[in-house]
């Protein structure tokens, strides 16, 4: 047989695997558009040991929350309302969190703070295979004593350790992720730390959805159509209103304790908000000209636990020359006291812009009824947690949303860097990669012995140069996926070696 009918027959065979594949081979899946990051929560305790510093004998201080921040179990702070995006072809992501805490301590005589430190807003930008983390940072220098504010500081180095972010489902996970402080976080730190320093792990949780899609404009309403407008309301009055109050976070942390060992129950309309609760479907008046306000709320929350029963409901919040005061009936056992004044709180801050009167986490604290209402487990003048009122003054006002924790607000247990879990491949293609295996063998055989046959007739030209083998030390192993990120340390205990504090002790003490 000659070269050239030989030559041809192959050539036809290849044409044919080529035809083949082009027919057989499932098209290019159209990439993924990117998510939108609604909804979720990132726990960090930023350094256990400052606070142990911060709370211990040598600062004498303590932390105050802020913009819905929460304490989680332990040292941990937990931040809410996660926004941003999510690439699951790239694997990259940005999430921002809602919240913040503030640090301060070693009280000089006027009142104020030597250590003041506020961190919040905090923000995970990973991508190609690295992360960081950003705060926005007020710190007040530990020499010299001048304040300095920063916004979205790459305050942290997140250790990926090899975890692969890409194809995930919602939600995207990650559970203690390995941080260190950044040169810019030790500035912003005050100088508390070095650059390097390890910090506290990092997890989060976050619901990603897919894209939105455009939908055409619908058709505006014609003049003669009858809009939902809302029904007047007289002046003065209102219908909806909510009022905010955690009742003091270190007494929800005694309930759900080791000592308290209870829980508590939300009833009537009354929503959790993770470092609050709301009391909703408020109703009453509001006179912006004089400042006041006189308004009743539903819901209630039932405390129970070790000597422990107390129930709260029918809260009122009552303002008046720039003072407001917040009452609820008061069940202990069997017995109900009705309409107990529990906290006073600052009340300046109340306006009112856009169809809405606000007020924004004011200052609070605890009346002599509100100290007999909690058995005298607080004296009078306690601070509590702080206020917030939000009254819709018409009917196309909304009210603010509470904290979005996302779909798995109850923390995991600890555990190493773990991977966005990849969706499961389709199996309806199974059968057609099978089918397609075994044509490309039958043909490749076909062409396989055509070319041996040609190749008997013709005399070999020169020998094949062999191919160098590559350079086996030159390659470089990639991290171990799922390497064990360290523990953060306990609540309430410190590191002498790692203490910011000038003589190194920083025993532990109550989380105010």
Do not use: C
Request: proline share 8%.
């Amino acid at each position: 047989m000659s070269a050239s009918p030989v030559r041809a027959s192959a050539v036809a065979v290849l044409a044919t695997l080529a035809a083949l594949g082009a027919v057989l081979l499932p098209a290019p899946a159209a990439q993924a558009a990117g998510r939108t990051v609604e909804g979720g929560r990132l726990d960090w305790g930023i350094k256990s040991s400052f606070q142990s510093y911060v709370t211990g004998p040598v600062a004498k201080g303590g932390f105050k929350l802020k913009n819905g921040a929460a304490t989680a179990g332990g040292s941990l702070f937990r931040f809410h309302s996660a926004s941003g995006s999510y690439d699951p072809d790239g694997g990259s992501l940005e999430a921002s969190f809602s919240g913040g805490v503030t640090f301060q301590g070693h009280q000089k005589a006027d009142g104020t703070y030597e250590l003041d430190m506020s961190v919040s807003r905090p923000t995970v930008k990973i991508g190609g295979g690295s992360g960081t983390l950003y705060v926005d940072v007020s710190s007040k220098a530990k020499e010299g004593g001048a304040v300095t504010t920063a916004s979205q500081v790459p305050f942290a180095k997140l250790n990926l350790g090899g975890v692969n972010m890409k194809g995930g489902t919602s939600p995207v996970a990650l559970a203690n992720v390995p941080a260190t402080l950044t040169d810019q976080g030790a500035k912003a730190f005050a100088g508390y730390y070095a650059a390097g320093a390890q910090l506290d792990p990092v997890s989060l949780s976050v619901d990603v959805k897919a894209a939105a899609v455009e939908q055409p404009a619908s058709p505006a309403a014609s003049p003669s159509t009858p809009a939902g407008s809302p029904s007047p309301q007289a002046a003065g009055q209102f219908t909806d209103a909510a009022v905010d109050w955690g009742v003091r976070r270190t007494f929800r942390e005694y309930v759900t304790g080791s000592i308290g060992q209870g829980a508590w129950k939300l009833a009537d309309g009354a929503q959790d908000g993770g470092a609050l609760f709301r009391f909703p479907q408020g109703k009453g008046a509001y006179d912006g000209a004089k400042g006041t306000l006189d308004a009743a709320f539903a819901g209630s929350v039932h405390f129970t636990g070790a000597h422990l029963d107390l129930k709260l409901a029918k809260i009122t919040a009552k303002v008046e020359n720039g003072k407001g005061v917040l009452s609820a009936d008061v069940t202990t056992g069997t017995d109900t006291k009705p309409a107990v004044p529990l906290v006073e709180f600052d009340a300046k801050g109340l306006t009112a812009e856009g169809g809405l009167a606000t007020l924004a986490e004011a200052p609070a604290t605890l009346t002599e009824g509100g100290a007999q209402a909690f058995n005298s487990m607080y004296k009078a003048g306690t601070e509590m947690d702080p206020v917030s009122l939000a009254v819709a003054l018409d009917g196309t006002a909304k009210l603010p949303a509470l904290p979005n924790l996302g779909s798995t607000a109850t923390p995991s247990a600890p555990s190493p860097p773990t991977a966005a879990q990849p969706a499961a491949p389709s199996s309806s293609n199974t059968g057609l990669y099978a089918a397609l295996a075994i044509a490309v063998l039958v043909l490749a055989g076909g062409a396989t012995f055509l070319t041996l046959r040609n190749r008997k007739n013709q005399a070999p030209h020169t020998a094949p140069t062999p191919t160098p083998a590559p350079n086996a030390s030159a390659e470089t192993p990639a991290p171990a996926a799922g390497a064990e990120a360290p523990a953060a340390p306990a609540a309430g205990t410190a590191d002498s070696s790692d203490s910011p504090g000038p003589s190194g002790g920083d025993g532990a003490a109550p989380r105010g």
